[in-house]
Structures are given as C-alpha cells and as structure tokens.
C-alpha cells in the first residue's frame, strides 16, 4: 500500500533533489534559501506526481461513465486487486460497440477478452504482448502505463493547473508534450484526480471519462473472464460488409459480341 516515504521520494525525484524539509531531517530555513527548490512552475508537475504515484497504489473497484466520438455514454469498470494484478472492463469496446471487452494483467501477461453476450456468445481471451491501435480501447492506459509516466520526472511533459470538468471532484491537470518532443508518452488533455490518487475524470482525445460513484474495496485477485484462445483480439471497428453484386451484373459473364 502507499507510504508518505515513497511519494516523498516521488516529489524530490521529480523536483531534482529539491528541498527535503517537507520529508523531515533537514534544516527549513536553509531549503527555503536553496537555489534547487522547485519554482510555482513546477508545482503542478510535482503534484500530478505525486497523485499519480498514489494512483499506482490504489486497491479499488471504480466505475466511470465513458462518453466517446458522438457514441452513447458506455460504462468502464476498473478493478485493480491486492497483489497488482489489474482489470479494465470497456462496454461496448469491440465491433462497433457490440461487444463488451475486458483488458486483464495476471500471471505477468496482458489479455484481451471479448465477454459473452447475447450478440456474442462466444467469449474467449487473446494473449497481447502489443496492443495494436487496431484494437486498443485506449481508456485502460489511463491506471496503468501513463501512471508511470507522469511519475518520471525525465518524461517531456509539460503540465499546468486546469478548471475542472464534468462537474467532478478533485484537482485538475493540464498535460502536454514539451516542444522536444517528437511523439508524446501520453494522451494530451485533461487529468483530475482526489488526493488519494482516485482519477476522477480525463478528457483526452479518444473521449471523457467521469467517476460515477465512490470506489469500493479492491478484491486479493482478478481472474480472467474467459478461457484463453488462439487468434487475435477483436477490432474496435464494425467488421467490412460482404461485397455484393455490382448493378451491372458484374458476377454474369459478359455476353459474346456479334459476328
């Protein structure tokens, strides 16, 4: 679980060896004067870190109301377990919002599972060691890889205090790039979180997220939800329609000229 020593060491990892007079031990009026404390500009980064290392280690069950690209508001349910292993269910993740998935990390690996439904009645977990933007619902970087991210104080992100949104709680971020870089480690938007590192709501690219109630306990494990199979996961698109027969007839063959 969370110590006060380990997101203490997170903040002065993240200022550069600032001032250790917040962690005990050191002289405060001589910190104060010291050069190396970190500037107002660099509050903010400090105080992403440091929820986001609190986040890491969360043992909850939260439930979001997912809205994305002009799609009816879905449900994502985090479930992060006592000895780390992790599930995100995405309603409506694959197939053109038909079918509910879940994306699971026990046993040192990555899943990606299609659950059984009426429309699906055949569930089954797809070993990932890439996730693919073919099927990647996005939404479960925000608990885990990006965590890491905004903890590490050599990532090129440039970040400030933000309104907040969806008339949620908690402490608001807003995350960029910095101009070096060439790609970004994170979705930029907008990042909220309770000071216990709960995310209470993003607003990044691919949609918005809001926390619809209190979390509960987190359980000691996850399981899968389905048996592992061969293949590949299922897309996030709709499958292509079958091609048809042209108007002109085109599956006919043409008839013979005339002598």
């Excluded at 903040?11 to 002289?27: F, I, Q, Y």
Aim: with cysteine; aromatic share 6%; proline share 10%.
């Amino acid at each position: 679980m969370r110590s006060a020593s380990r997101v203490c060491a997170l903040l002065l990892a993240v200022a550069g060896a600032a001032s250790t007079g917040a962690c005990g031990g050191a002289d405060p009026i001589a910190e104060a004067s010291s050069p190396a404390a970190p500037t107002k500009a660099a509050e903010p980064r400090l105080q992403l870190a440091a929820r986001a290392a609190a986040a890491q280690d969360l043992r909850q069950v939260a439930q979001y109301a997912f809205r994305a690209n002009g799609r009816p508001q879905r449900t994502v349910v985090v479930t992060l377990a006592a000895d780390d292993t992790w599930r995100v269910d995405v309603q409506g993740g694959a197939l053109g919002g038909t079918v509910d998935i879940a994306l699971v990390r026990t046993g040192g690996k990555t899943y990606h599972c299609a659950l059984a439904s009426t429309a699906y009645p055949t569930p089954g977990c797809v070993e990932v060691t890439k996730m693919s933007k073919t099927f990647d619902p996005l939404v479960w970087h925000l608990f885990t890889d990006w965590l890491t991210a905004f903890t590490d104080r050599d990532m090129p992100l440039v970040v400030s205090k933000a309104n907040s949104i969806l008339g949620t709680t908690g402490t608001c971020f807003s995350v960029d790039s910095s101009t070096v870089s060439v790609t970004s480690p994170v979705d930029a938007g907008i990042y909220c979180y309770a000071d216990d590192g709960t995310l209470t709501a993003a607003k990044v690219s691919f949609g918005t997220l809001a926390l619809v109630a209190p979390p509960a306990a987190g359980p000691p494990t996850v399981t899968l939800p389905a048996a592992v199979v061969p293949g590949k996961p299922l897309p996030i698109a709709s499958p292509s329609p079958s091609p048809s027969p042209s108007a002109s007839g085109s599956l006919k063959p043409s008839p013979k000229p005339s002598a």
